[in-house]
């Protein structure tokens, strides 16, 4: 049977910038050398927010007070199977930004400075759903190592 992976992803938003994780830290990391948000895999017995709250205290030392769950993102990428990233979009916390992550490097972006930085080409369809207020969607992504090759939107091909 296939790889599949459940994951959150939440963006922490606050005077126009992202909280992002500059992923440099691990080897053998799907992500290396990318931005991303502040996520994580399930651990059992977990719901999406549980996971959200644990990996964003865990990675940042921030506690979420104000997020919504705002859609689903089904990773389709060569040799690392399928993945199920819930997407969180965050604006409220409690607690002090952690100066270290295992990570990797912790720094808050501006929206328009994070598309020209190095993220995945599918993270640029779902920013701009969080950022036009779009209600719960489902985004499928399809990858062939770091080139997406497809991209769905609630059912409808999207053009890439």
């Not at 990570?103 to 080409?121: D, M, Q, T």
């Not at 489902?138 to 770091?146: A, E, F, P, R, V």
């Not at 497809?150 to 409808?156: K, N, S, T």
Request: with cysteine; glycine share 10%.
């Amino acid at each position: 049977m296939e790889n599949m992976v459940n994951t959150t992803l939440c963006y922490i938003e606050r005077d126009g910038k992202y909280l992002m994780l500059h992923r440099v830290k691990k080897e053998n990391d799907v992500n290396r050398d990318k931005w991303i948000g502040i996520g994580g895999k399930f651990e059992p017995g977990e719901s999406p927010e549980d996971c959200v709250l644990r990996e964003v205290r865990e990675e940042t030392g921030l506690t979420l007070t104000d997020y919504t769950y705002r859609g689903i993102i089904t990773f389709v990428l060569d040799g690392w199977g399928t993945e199920f990233m819930h997407l969180f979009g965050a604006s409220g916390w409690t607690g002090e930004l952690r100066t270290d992550c295992d990570e990797g490097e912790l720094a808050w972006i501006g929206k328009e400075e994070l598309l020209a930085l190095p993220i995945w080409a599918g993270d640029k369809i779902f920013l701009r759903l969080l950022d036009s207020d779009r209600p719960f969607f489902s985004l499928k992504l399809n990858y062939t190592g770091d080139t997406l090759t497809a991209a769905v939107l609630d059912g409808q091909p999207l053009a890439i």
